[in-house]
């Protein structure tokens, strides 16, 4: 029994010797064999606290960006409608600077919409006082067109680039530097419409003299608009001698995008 006892004894000493010499191949050959699983696990496991931080945070960042947004919208509101009183008053006090010499009784009007043939909603109606064909200008007292539909709280209005619209205009060219121009009978012609934001000058006739740049008012004779509004600039000329009449194109001072308010001519031709 004391042989094997020392044999045993012998084989657990070889046995811990060998174990000790040989570790760090053993370890090296297990973390070799281990390390692609090591990796993969760690990465997954670093990816998923990633993403999971991620939506705790992300639900955190959602929550404080709704605020923030709610709050960044309530401020752009009230600057908005600041803004929105503050242009009213403005277009409310150069409208009646403008037309103070003229006698005209206005209703201002916000635009509601704008449709493509040349037709503009705005909002006021029969309730405010508005009729059929009052003319419509805006604060520096170019015309936009006239009313043409009338409810009890709103109203349409035909654009002067409506295809059904045509107007009676003079011709004046305000940089006059020829001695005896100022006598010079105004050009008469008609502005007619052509859809969208379009216009442009017709029967126009051939003896006429007209230039690129001049500017095109309103005349007053079919009592139709107001006199001496504005409408727009000439910016070419159509013109054929083996024809009585020229044309030309017109670039239209009226601006439907960057205007808020309108003014109706209430008292118009009754004035």
Known sequence: SWK???????????????????????????????????????????????????????????????????????????????????????????????CEDKNFDLSMAGIMGFEEQGIVLIDKGS????????????????????VFEVY???????????????????????????????NKMPVQALLKGNGGTEVYLDLVPINEEIKEGDTLITSSLEKVFPKDLLVGTISKIQKNDQKPFQQASVNPFFDVKSSDYLFVITNYPEI
């Open 4 to 98: 094997r006892f020392f044999a045993g004894l012998i084989v657990l000493l070889i046995l811990i010797f060998s174990l000790n010499f040989f570790s760090p191949q053993i370890k090296n050959y297990f973390y070799s064999v281990s390390s692609p699983f090591q990796k993969t696990f760690w990465s997954i496991g670093k990816n998923s606290s990633g993403f999971i931080a991620s939506l705790i945070n992300s639900g955190s960042n959602w929550q404080e960006n709704e605020i923030l947004k709610k709050e960044n919208q309530n401020l752009l509101a009230k600057i908005a409608y600041l803004e929105s009183i503050a242009n009213a008053n403005q277009a409310q006090t150069n409208i009646s600077l403008a």
């Open 127 to 146: 309730e405010n006082g508005i009729s059929k064909d009052m003319p419509v200008i805006n604060q520096q007292n170019v015309l936009f067109g006239k």
């Open 152 to 182: 009890k709280n709103f109203s349409k209005v035909m654009l002067i680039s409506n295809k059904d619209s045509v107007i009676n205009v003079e011709v004046s060219d305000f940089d006059v530097t020829d001695e005896g121009q100022e």
